[in-house]
T-cell receptor
């Protein structure tokens, strides 16, 4: 079974802090994704990576950056956290070589920026 | 107008009832995903389909490509089915499938 692990379930940070959200998957998936989920807006794609050191902006990349130095790890970075980045963050992975394969999600990180 | 729209937004049912959640989309797709999210946040993929119908236990997903519409049915609903159900439309690309998500349907099944 695919396991996608996010490093923290809950995180509280202060405005202006640099925040790292880590995601690790154990199934050698090429594709990894970072989403945020807000009430009334659903899941929105921040960034995705289709292979090591490859990344592509999603729909709402402003204020975020990512790092994919190893295949199993995809990090989301909030360069200077702001209160409007308080949200639930979800990481996902999939393999593009199994046809249209399903996404596998982590349990999410609920980030509060005060 | 959202590219993926679900209805209803909220649904309350009694245990044992047959439940239907609808999803309409306006984008061209290669696959339609149904996801389940329990309180606490984790999301599980239930179905991925590009035509016809799929069944897993008490859950059935159907899709009509011509009408750009999909439904998720739950037979003999149970309180443990209470969750948010999300549909997502995906267009397969060689670099990965970017999904467009509906806002979700909050289902509550009362005993």
């Amino acid at each position: 079974d695919v396991k996608v692990t996010q490093s923290s379930r809950y995180l509280v940070k202060r405005t202006g802090e640099k925040v790292f959200l880590e995601c690790v998957q154990d199934m050698d998936h090429e594709n990894m994704f970072w989403y945020r989920q807000d009430p009334g807006l659903g899941l929105r794609l921040i960034y995705f990576s289709y292979d090591v050191k490859m990344k592509e902006k999603g729909d709402i990349p402003e204020g975020y950056s990512v790092s994919r130095e190893k295949k199993e790890r995809f990090s989301l970075i909030l360069e200077s956290a702001s209160t409007n980045q308080t949200s639930m963050y979800l990481c996902a992975s999939r393999s593009p070589f199994l046809g249209a394969s399903p996404l596998h999600f982590g349990n999410g990180t609920r980030l509060t920026v005060t | 107008k959202n590219e993926v729209e679900q209805s209803p937004q909220n649904l309350t049912a009694q245990e044992g009832e047959f439940i239907t959640i609808n999803c309409s989309y306006s984008v061209g797709i290669s696959a339609l995903h149904w996801l389940q999210q329990h309180p606490g946040g984790g999301i599980v993929s239930l179905f991925m389909l590009s035509s016809g119908k799929k069944k897993h236990g008490r859950l059935i997903a159907t899709i009509n490509i011509q009408e750009k519409h999909s439904s998720l049915h739950i037979t003999a609903s149970h309180p443990r089915d209470s969750a948010v159900y999300i549909c997502a439309a995906g267009k397969f690309e060689t670099s990965g499938s970017r999904l467009t998500f509906g806002e979700g349907t909050q289902l509550t099944v009362n005993p």
